[in-house]
């Protein structure tokens, strides 16, 4: 599976961006896509992921209530809504896909990744 992440961009506090990531190649195997994010001089942490079945969803504490995940099969493209976007929202986002009902907050469980997409939060 390649993935390909795009929607980044620079928005003020408050504002709102959608990032999307979408799936090329096979991906009949993929049961979650994941988004993770790393902010300069920090280690890559988990944001969001959703199932591809059943459209199950987890999120980071730091997100609920302000970001949403989603997903459209047909189009093999997942989403990441971001409201009131905050400046330690700031990080580069990464989609991810995983063959494997683990845990969807650890790297480990996935086995491919997009090339990230930058999103900066000016307060």
């Known amino acids: 599976v390649q993935l390909q992440a795009s929607g980044g961009g620079l928005v003020q506090a408050g504002d709102s961006l959608r990032l999307s990531c979408t799936a090329s190649?096979?991906?009949?195997?993929?049961?979650?896509m994941g988004w993770f994010r790393q902010a300069p001089g920090k280690e890559r942490e988990f944001v969001a992921a959703i199932t591809t079945g059943g459209g199950t969803t987890d999120y980071a504490d730091s997100v609920k209530g302000r970001f949403t995940v989603s997903r459209d099969n047909a189009r093999s493209t997942g989403y990441l809504q971001m409201n009131s976007l905050k400046p330690e929202d700031t990080a580069v986002y990464y989609c991810a896909s995983s063959a494997a009902y683990s845990s969807p907050w650890s790297l480990r469980a996935y086995d491919s990744w997009g090339q990230g997409t930058q999103v900066t939060v000016s307060s």
């Open positions: 190649r096979s991906t009949f195997r993929v049961v979650r």
